[in-house]
């Protein structure tokens, strides 16, 4: 049996269960106990608050676990990331009232930067160069300058809104981060066999993410100019109709450009063309 952490409510949760359900794992919904056993695959989900999962997993009291790179970063807890999974995209970063004059990094030497991310602040003020006063606060960190126990403020930042509300500007962007799944280092060989198949499927499902299945019909003079418009795609499938004039064509299209393309299709005569969703690809 692995044991996966995942966060039990907050931004990463909703992401981290729908990963899991699309890999084919199957947990209750109704989630009255600390710890859920999946009823189809040999895993058990450990609900906690985030800053728990890394200690967590370095300890080996859960085998791997979902959080934020920033909050492993903070710990430095000994787990090794596994995947990145594209959810949680937030940036950490510097962040000043707007009406500063902001003339670089340096302005803040000698300055009170509140934070929740004291270790990564400091890692990054001291390769800067910069000896600044590190306040560390829980919680609601961005309005630290407007009470004034802070002249700036380092905390997460997604859309910015948040910063524009209370009166800051983004300076300096210290680190990307997004959900990651950690492991333990020292996962037995069979419980990294779970995590293996576990991350084959959530390949699968990570492929399919984005993409559809198009079929259309093309007159069969046609057919080149259509596999002219069809981007990158290696070798789309192209089947004969009980119409001899005609074929069908399929494969597979990023939603980024799909409107884009399927217009070019119907240009060059393509009809009766059908989008299916994709569930799981296995490349
Ligand atoms: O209860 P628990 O301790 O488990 O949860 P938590 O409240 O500590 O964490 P939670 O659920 O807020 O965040 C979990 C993880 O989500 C973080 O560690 C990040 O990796 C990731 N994440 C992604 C974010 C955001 N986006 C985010 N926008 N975490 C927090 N925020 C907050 C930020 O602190 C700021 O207050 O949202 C505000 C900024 O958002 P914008 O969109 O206005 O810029
Ligand atoms: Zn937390």
């Given at each position: 049996?692995?044991?996966?952490?995942?966060?039990?409510?907050?931004?990463?949760?909703?992401?981290?269960?729908?990963?899991?359900?699309?890999?084919?794992?199957?947990?209750?919904?109704?989630?009255?106990?600390?710890?859920?056993?999946?009823?189809?695959?040999?895993?058990?989900?450990?609900?906690?608050?985030?800053?728990?999962?890394?200690?967590?997993?370095?300890?080996?009291?859960?085998?791997?676990?979902?959080?934020?790179?920033?909050?492993?970063?903070?710990?430095?807890?000994?787990?090794?990331?596994?995947?990145?999974?594209?959810?949680?995209?937030?940036?950490?970063?510097?962040?000043?009232?707007?009406?500063?004059?902001?003339?670089?990094?340096?302005?803040?030497?000698?300055?009170?930067?509140?934070?929740?991310?004291?270790?990564?602040?400091?890692?990054?003020?001291?390769?800067?160069?910069?000896?600044?006063?590190?306040?560390?606060?829980?919680?609601?960190?961005e309005v630290s300058t407007s009470i004034g126990i802070a002249d700036a403020i380092f905390d997460i930042v997604s859309s910015g809104s948040t910063l524009v509300s209370n009166n800051l500007k983004e300076v300096e962007t210290v680190m990307e981060s997004e959900a990651v799944m950690i492991g333990n280092p020292l996962m037995s060989g069979y419980k990294r066999s779970i995590l293996d198949e576990l991350l084959f499927r959530i390949e699968a499902v990570k492929s399919a993410e984005g993409k559809k299945y198009v079929l259309m019909n093309v007159?069969?003079?046609?057919v080149d100019d259509i596999l002219a418009v069809l981007p990158g795609v290696k070798s789309p499938t192209v089947m004969p109709l009980a119409d001899a004039a005609w074929c069908s064509v399929h494969t597979v299209l990023d939603e980024e450009r799909f409107w884009e393309i399927i217009g070019q299709l119907k240009e060059n005569g393509a009809q009766g063309i059908l989008v299916v969703p994709i569930e799981k690809m296995i490349i």
């Open positions: 049996m692995l044991r996966i952490a995942v966060q039990s409510k907050g931004r990463l949760y909703e992401d981290t269960m729908a990963l899991l359900s699309e890999a084919d794992v199957k947990v209750s919904s109704a989630r009255r106990t600390l710890l859920v056993r999946a009823k189809n695959f040999p895993v058990e989900i450990l609900y906690l608050r985030d800053d728990d999962i890394p200690r967590t997993v370095a300890d080996g009291v859960a085998d791997i676990g979902v959080v934020g790179l920033n909050e492993l970063e903070e710990q430095g807890a000994e787990a090794d990331v596994v995947r990145r999974l594209g959810f949680g995209a937030c940036r950490l970063s510097l962040a000043v009232p707007k009406e500063v004059d902001y003339t670089g990094v340096q302005w803040f030497e000698g300055r009170r930067i509140a934070t929740s991310y004291p270790h990564i602040l400091t890692r990054y003020l001291n390769e800067q160069g910069v000896n600044a006063e590190v306040h560390v606060i829980t919680g609601s960190v007159p069969k003079d046609k």
